[in-house]
């Protein structure tokens, strides 16, 4: 069905290819680990949106995630899907392990990466340039000895030498990397640095026009959705990013920021891309009206909140609280809005199911919400349904997430609240007393002076369980994939 030029090597260049990454580096965002089940229930929803990859995780680093990876694989990677991608490190054990996870796929892709900074050849790696040229070509190869389809990152790019970049990207190139990405790790580059590394990367690397130029990067001084669509101006043609900009510290680049910018100024942009300046085709694949939908589904399962004025799927993002823009948006609705809420399937928050609604019309709603629950999941989630329609009458959208997350998202208890004492007063400092009982039926208690009675509870609870920060601790303890980090090691950073 494309109609648009290709390269003579059969590279489509005037589209762009979204590449999710919200199961690998999203979920290692602290507090957000997602078990097998989470992560294919996203993996679908991601196939629905129209993604063109899928990083499905890390297979060598735990037997969970060779498990999240090899059941994607399964479950998604079908003929007429998205491509499924687990990550490597450029070792052969790695390369083994992505390749025999995602075996069960149509469409596999090996990602295998290594640094070429001198700082990080230097004290991470303690290698020789000559010896990170050597292993990058050999890794290649071994990876595309499994498939076709194998993408190679430089880490640390940004930092590296251009013009050793350009050498370890054209032996990449060579040995069969059909993708070449380019992250920015440490989220420091600005907009039009980036543009000209990736420029340099284009005009310099001689075999480049045998791969796509990909970028991947971090927010952390919030410029990560302007470096890439910087990238695209100077070639790049793969962007990797994560449903709501979740991943480590400030996140990865949102995938549903970058989508809109090239969807609402899609025009700015076919310049670009080579094509006519008023031509109205997508630049993407990603049907824009399911993004509201996986966002709050990944929020959901990963327990991480969208922040109310967070563009284009925050609550706030479509509302027009202000007397004279309301008038404006009545009157005409491009008056203030350059997009419309329902091209992100954004509902209003729909009432649609009430006392009388039957287990079909309860079942249906949940698939479209992005739900596909087991048949025992399901009666759990219809009783828990039923309970609350009785109470409230009309149920929402938001409260059926909130009853399937609850039968879903199945956190083993390992703590029991026995018993809490709270006083507080004018002049009395708030004070509480727990006590738990431990998973293993020991009952511990303690007290603690806090800010308010909340908090007070709060502290108490901490120092009996002794958890060091508050917010991340019981929820890292817990889940199929707490030893996750086991292979991966404080000494093997990932890209
Ligand atoms: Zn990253």
Request: negative net charge; glycine residues 8%.
């Amino acid at each position: 069905m494309n109609t648009h030029s290709q390269s003579a090597s059969g590279i489509d260049r005037d589209r762009i290819i979204i590449f999710d990454t919200t199961l690998r580096d999203g979920e290692q965002s602290p507090g957000a680990t997602l078990n097998v089940d989470e992560k294919l229930t996203i993996a679908r929803q991601l196939a629905r949106l129209g993604v063109d990859v899928i990083e499905a995780g890390f297979a060598y680093a735990s037997p969970g995630d060779f498990e999240a990876v090899q059941k994607v694989a399964e479950t998604v990677g079908t003929a007429d899907g998205p491509v499924i991608c687990s990550l490597a490190r450029a070792i052969k054990a790695d390369i083994e392990a992505a390749a025999e996870a995602l075996k069960p796929a149509a469409k596999g892709r090996i990602h295998t990466f290594i640094s070429t900074s001198d700082i990080h050849l230097q004290y991470q790696l303690k290698k020789s340039r000559a010896e990170v040229l050597a292993i990058a070509e050999e890794m290649v190869a071994y990876a595309k000895s499994f498939m076709e389809d194998v993408e190679f990152s430089p880490m640390d790019a940004a930092r590296s030498e251009p013009e050793f970049l350009y050498q370890v990207l054209e032996r990449a190139i060579a040995a069969g990397a059909t993708t070449v990405n380019i992250p920015d790790t440490v989220g420091y580059m600005m907009p039009s640095e980036f543009g000209n590394l990736i420029r340099g990367i284009a005009e310099n690397v001689p075999n480049i026009d045998r791969a796509i130029i990909s970028v991947h990067g971090h927010n952390d001084l919030g410029v990560a959705v302007a470096n890439f669509l910087e990238a695209i101006k100077n070639g790049a043609r793969q962007l990797e990013c994560t449903i709501n900009g979740i991943g480590e510290r400030a996140g990865n680049t949102a995938l549903e920021e970058l989508v809109m910018a090239l969807h609402v100024r899609r025009q700015y942009f076919n310049a670009f891309l080579g094509r006519p300046a008023e031509s109205e085709e997508p630049l993407t694949g990603i049907d824009t009206r399911q993004l509201y939908k996986t966002s709050r589904l990944v929020s959901n399962l990963t327990g991480m909140l969208v922040q109310p004025n967070k563009a284009i799927v925050g609550a706030n993002a479509f509302a027009h609280e202000s007397g004279i823009h309301q008038d404006g948006v009545l009157k005409h609705k491009l008056t203030y809005e350059i997009m419309d809420a329902q091209s992100i399937g954004f509902t209003d928050n729909q009432i649609v199911l009430g006392k009388h609604s039957g287990r079909n019309a309860f079942r249906t709603r949940l698939k479209e919400l992005g739900f596909d629950l087991g048949d025992q999941e399901l009666n759990k989630a219809f009783v828990r349904f039923k309970e609350l329609a009785d109470k409230k009458k009309e149920v929402s959208d938001w409260d059926l997430e909130a009853i399937v997350n609850d039968e879903i998202q199945q956190v083993p208890e390992l703590f029991k609240l026995e018993h809490v004492q709270v006083s507080c007063g004018d002049h009395a400092r708030p004070t509480a007393t727990v006590t738990i009982r431990t998973p293993d039926g020991e009952e511990l208690t303690d007290a603690a002076i806090g800010t308010g009675p909340v908090d007070a509870v709060y502290k108490a609870i901490n120092r009996v369980v002794e958890i060091p920060n508050q917010f991340g601790g019981v929820l890292s303890a817990v889940g199929d994939s707490g030893n996750r980090r086991d292979r991966r090691g404080d000494d093997s950073p990932e890209i």
